[in-house]
């Protein structure tokens, strides 16, 4: 039994593998014989941030099972960490150490965040949990749009009135000028950098649920109860599922602000209505569904672009057609005829292979 539940396991991983490499094949082709218009190119790269984000997220709400609504902050967390380095230290190195280093540094900070913030917040559930978090995304949010930060000889200079108040030498610098945020960013973010995270991410992830430690994060999830009764550790698994999302959505981040030349805090990619949409990926995609994430977060990053040409009815044809997908996805009906379905393919299946026999 355990043998089998590794090689299927194992087969998953490898088919989500095999399916973001074929979407990369596919997209570099088209790229390279012109077939791309400049809209989807201009959407490679957030649908990888946006993949990575929603992988992640999967994993505190599908393997964990608790409601988070805070995710866009550590994604604000990695961007914000990753473009001040730019801006500073990072300045001076290679575009590739700059970004490799600001990757590292955003993970390492967003993760830090995450296990600050998992002591009081993995105590609640349910609904509290989702509104405490909820509440940590709009702080980080509105802390940093009114922060200005700046260095010159004497270091760094740090204020939450305004720029002048920094009092910075006529040769300094103002990395962050508050609703302002920070701009000249190196747009050094590239979409086979972006497969690569995106599959890195889904190698920890997709290891981490195989894991005795993802096991104990389902048992958890399933029945808190019994797990605690034979010794597993509660707090302990949920804060590394916590932590591990974290980390990935600061990754997200930093790949984010490597992608635009101007980085906000104000943005409405880090605030109440992103975190609503990285859930609408996990539950679209299908809760505790990894490869599901990927595929919701790819279809939803461009349809919206795709509709443009509706003008004013192209968000009402974008709700439309996400509760048509939501349906299909959730409604017993919609399950019952995918079961049926895969059952008879399951069949015609094992059919040819008697005949090949």
């Not at 955003?106 to 105590?123: D, E, S």
């Not at 922060?147 to 002048?164: A, E, N, P, R, W």
């Not at 994430?293 to 790819?298: E, K, L, N, P, Y």
Request: net charge positive.
């Amino acid at each position: 039994m355990k043998l089998k539940y590794k090689k299927k396991s194992l087969r998953y991983a490898l088919i989500t593998y095999a399916m973001v490499l074929a979407f990369y094949m596919v997209c570099e082709v088209m790229l390279r014989s012109g077939f791309m218009s400049s809209l989807m190119k201009g959407l490679l790269v957030p649908i990888c941030y946006y993949s990575m984000l929603a992988v992640s997220l999967n994993l505190v709400v599908g393997i964990s099972g608790e409601l988070s609504l805070g995710h866009a902050g550590f994604m604000c967390i990695g961007a914000f960490a990753g473009a001040i380095f730019a801006q500073t230290a990072g300045a001076a190195l290679p575009g590739w150490a700059e970004l490799f280093i600001a990757i590292i540094l955003g993970a390492v900070i967003a993760g830090i965040f995450g296990f600050l913030i998992g002591i009081p917040v993995l105590r609640l559930r349910g609904d509290y949990l989702a509104i405490v978090t909820l509440a940590f995304g709009e702080i980080i949010k509105n802390v940093i749009n009114v922060v200005y930060l700046g260095i010159d000889s004497k270091g760094v200079h740090f204020s939450m009135k305004d720029s002048l108040s920094l009092g910075l030498e006529p040769d300094g610098v103002t990395i962050i000028k508050g609703a302002q945020g920070i701009s000249r960013l190196p747009r050094n973010a590239t979409f086979t950098l972006g497969i690569v995270l995106l599959i890195i991410a889904l190698f920890i992830v997709l290891n981490l649920i195989n894991s005795r430690h993802g096991r104990a994060i389902m048992a958890i999830r399933d029945n808190r109860i019994a797990a605690e009764s034979i010794g597993i550790s509660a707090s302990k698994y949920k804060m590394l599922a916590f932590v591990v999302a974290s980390a990935i959505a600061g990754v997200a981040g930093v790949l984010y602000s490597h992608n635009l030349s101007t980085l906000q805090s104000s943005s409405s990619n880090f605030g109440y209505n992103q975190s609503i949409m990285m859930l609408v990926f996990v539950v679209l995609g299908g809760i505790g569904n990894i490869r599901g994430s990927i595929i919701a977060a790819t279809i939803l990053t461009i349809l919206p672009e795709k509709l443009r040409f509706l003008d004013d009815y192209r968000m009402l044809i974008y709700a439309v057609v996400l509760i048509v997908m939501m349906l299909f996805n959730s409604a017993p009906a919609a399950i019952d005829f995918r079961a049926r379905m895969a059952a008879k393919f399951a069949r015609h299946r094992n059919a040819g292979e008697v005949e090949d026999e």
